[in-house]
């Protein structure tokens, strides 16, 4: 049953069961992800992307730290305290109500807010899980989202996932010889700047080598059952003003 309480609170940002159809809720939890175009109109897109550049020129070396680093990757974390921009993607509305439905309206918060850019000639991932271990089907404790700030084509990058492997109960690496090859069930999940695609995380997925001569850049916010912990503690990270800036709300889902 939904949690009384998380009904209330991501009802602050207008995130409802209602925002999500028959269809939306099937494609969550049968395929384990969702594709959602145009959550992020030009000139919010254009914002983003000269925001992710700045940043990553000037925190150099540094860039990252708060949650992971990546070869042949520009990472950024603890984008909370980075620029209020980054709002409109944690606080959406539709975005929350897909990450609910996957952790059945049970109490949640942010697990992290990364930036991800797969450099030109790199970026590819073997197909992983964001979880430590191997999840029975319905017990899901963490989903994602990608909010992509360049278009995800075949050739720059795109994420691939195999549809309906988050309900195997089964990592990658219990089953495949080599989780970095391809997988005979893979899609590719491709979208133009804009589009957010929300995944449970127990979902096969990975980056996949971009091939063009430009980066390809993505933001993530991931989401995680509230008795978990987060991979950036945000109470270790989020300077005063940005506490101060926050709602009640904001700084619940954030755990501060």
């Not at 091939?211 to 390809?216: E, I, S, W």
């Not at 989401?223 to 926050?246: C, G, I, P, S």
């Amino acid at each position: 049953m939904p949690d009384p309480q998380t009904l209330e609170l991501l009802g602050t940002f207008g995130a409802t069961p209602a925002l999500l159809s028959d269809r939306d809720r099937a494609d969550l939890d049968e395929q384990g992800f969702l594709v959602l175009p145009g959550l992020l109109d030009p000139a919010a897109v254009a914002t983003f992307v000269r925001r992710f550049d700045e940043l990553v020129a000037a925190e150099g070396d540094r860039a990252g730290l708060e949650a992971h680093q990546e070869a042949g990757t520009d990472r950024l974390a603890n984008l909370v305290d980075k620029d209020p921009v980054f709002d409109l993607v944690w606080n959406n509305p539709r975005q929350l109500a897909a990450v609910a439905h996957v952790l059945q309206w049970q109490p949640a918060m942010v697990f992290s807010l990364n930036g991800r850019s797969a450099l030109p000639g790199q970026g590819h991932q073997a197909l992983h899980v964001d979880w430590s271990g191997a999840i029975a089907p319905g017990d899901y404790q963490i989903a994602n989202s990608i909010w992509m700030l360049d278009d995800f084509t075949a050739e720059n990058g795109a994420t691939r996932v195999v549809p309906g492997s988050h309900r195997r109960g089964r990592l990658p690496k219990d089953d495949l010889a080599d989780p970095s090859a391809p997988h005979p069930d893979e899609l590719l999940v491709t979208g133009t700047a804009g589009t957010c695609v929300v995944f449970n995380s127990h979902l096969w997925h990975g980056g996949t080598l971009n091939r063009t001569n430009a980066p390809r850049r993505a933001i993530h916010a991931a989401f995680v059952r509230r008795d978990q912990r987060q991979q950036t503690v945000f109470a270790d990270h989020v300077h005063e003003a940005t506490r101060q800036r926050l709602t009640p709300a904001q700084r619940y889902l954030l755990a501060l």
